[in-house]
């Protein structure tokens, strides 16, 4: 099992970045490949992106190709996700989420067994 902490959410204006991480404990980290959602109110929850276990292979919704990164350092048993050039449709809570063992990056949220609490994410116009 393994337990995730997201933070580094919070408000910033239109055009600007933020950094969210997740702290992993538990587990093997490095056995895991990870995930980032999000839910906005009144909207169903989204895949944003995915990394494997080794880093190697990511996956991203096409609403965020070139403006959001994702990243792990599995050394910290951290999960990052760099987002560049915020627009206020990125308004949202951000969830981290984790499925141990798996050999691709999924992007069906019902793929994955083990989610954080959530960060707020509010971009203004």
């Known amino acids: 099992q393994v337990q995730l902490v997201e933070s580094g959410g919070g408000l910033v204006q239109a055009g600007g970045s933020l950094r969210l991480s997740c702290a992993a404990s538990g587990r093997t980290f490095s056995s895991y490949t990870m995930g980032w959602f999000r839910q906005a109110p009144g909207k169903e929850r ?58 691709t990056v ?10 954080g609490q959530g960060t707020q994410v509010t971009v203004s116009a």
Not at 106 to 113: C, L
């Open 106 to 115: 999924p992007r069906e949220g019902k793929e994955y067994d083990y989610w």
């Open 46 to 103: 989204e895949f944003v992106a995915a990394i494997s276990w080794g880093g190697g292979y990511t996956n991203y919704a096409d609403f965020v190709k070139g403006r959001f990164t994702i990243s792990r350092d599995n050394a910290k048993n951290t999960l990052s996700l760099q987002m560049n050039s915020l627009k206020p449709e990125d308004t949202a809570v951000y969830y981290c989420a984790a499925v141990w063992g798996r050999t």
